[in-house]
């Protein structure tokens, strides 16, 4: 094993819950955190909060970012920070994009969703973002 | 040590996602726990899965999975997807063909980016993979991009490996190239209900086939397979299985033995090397072509 000092990379899930088809955004998404010298980890369409909560399970993310326009927001995205909340990632960072009401943004982020995105955000701000509040010092 | 096994052993997920991370960025406080960890892997059948993109590798474990959790087997899969070697970033989206397992609790599925050339993941896959392997997990699956030498490496590392190949993927000289085709166990050609598969594999049979000279080994069998239907499936689960006990033999085992160690010693004097005084200097000097790279290497040999 090698040891080379060298930033780890910050390892994020983007995952699309419920019904919606739209991954346009998800996949642009994707793109540019791994431009930005992200580890992406994509898991495509239709995901419950359970798919979620085992794929950043296993996966070790440091970051859960779910793309969501169909409107569940609130009946999925609080589900899948519990989840992961009761399988002991406290530490993961758990982000929304996607068009969501701003009365619904204060009720996602009491209920653990870190940063909510809307239309218009660039990726940059997201990875600055996913930066300064990810996880660094691990173990 | 024994805490760690343990944790592993216990079949809870987080202990093994989490010591996973730390292998994979070559952690220096795990240095005490790699030969615990070495002996504690129980001889899990090592798999390989490798082809060019979009040949069809995931959906393809996908169905191999499927059928080996039917029979009772705990299944390991680490997807290995290349790193950008200018951001250092990756996408990694193997888990979107395998997603009908990721609740499974008996299938434990990891993605991992190459992370570049020395002290990447080809220096720390036997790691990883001795990791799955103490936590109970048996068949472990290796997937890679066949595309270049790091993913022939990590081939190289499992005992049964498969080649996936599509049909009409080019013409008969591209089967005859070294490289891809001849670490390969097993070959599948997938997408078998396109046009062509029959030529395909009668091709490559005939390559492979006509082989001599130094090539010792028997040609490996050529097996169709239609991923998505789970057309072949069950005959390529089989063909594994019956390789298992080939690569066990002890002339196998050596040659992998021989693979590992000298990944760790190019990896060990790399690191070592690059942290003496002297190192910035041979970088200069055989950059300005004063010096050249083997004599720098026997300089700089602890």
Known sequence: ?139 | MTELLAELASGERRPLARLLTRIENGDPSLRPVIPGLFRASKGAHLVGVTGPPGSGKSTLVNALIAGWRRAGKRVGILAVDPSSPYTGGAIMGDRIRMMEHAADRDVFMRSMASRGELGGLAGTTWLAVAALDAAGYDPIVIETVGAGQSEVEIARLAETTVVVEVPEMGDEVQAIKAGLLEVADIIAVNKADRPGADRTARQLRAMLSTAGGRVTRKPPPILLTTATSGEGVVALAEAIEKHRSQAREPAGARERARNQIRRALADLSHSRASGKPGWDEAVEAVAGHELDPLTAAEQLLP
């Open chain 1, 1 to 139: 094993m090698s040891n080379e000092s060298r930033t780890a990379p910050i390892r994020v899930l983007i995952a699309k819950p419920g019904l919606d088809g739209h991954d346009r955004g998800a996949k642009v998404l994707a793109r540019g955190l791994r431009d930005e010298g992200f580890e992406v980890i994509y898991t495509g369409l239709r995901q419950t909060p359970e798919m979620i909560a085992d794929a950043a399970e296993q996966e070790d993310v440091d970051v859960v970012g779910m793309s969501i326009l169909s409107g569940a927001h609130m009946a999925l995205l609080p589900r899948v920070v519990e989840l992961c909340r009761g399988r002991g990632m406290d530490d993961v960072l758990i982000a929304a994009g996607g068009i969501i009401p701003d009365a619904d943004v204060v009720k996602l982020k009491a209920a653990g969703i870190a940063e909510v995105f809307g239309p218009g955000t660039s990726i940059g701000q997201i990875a600055t973002y996913f930066r300064e509040h990810a996880r660094r010092a691990r173990d």
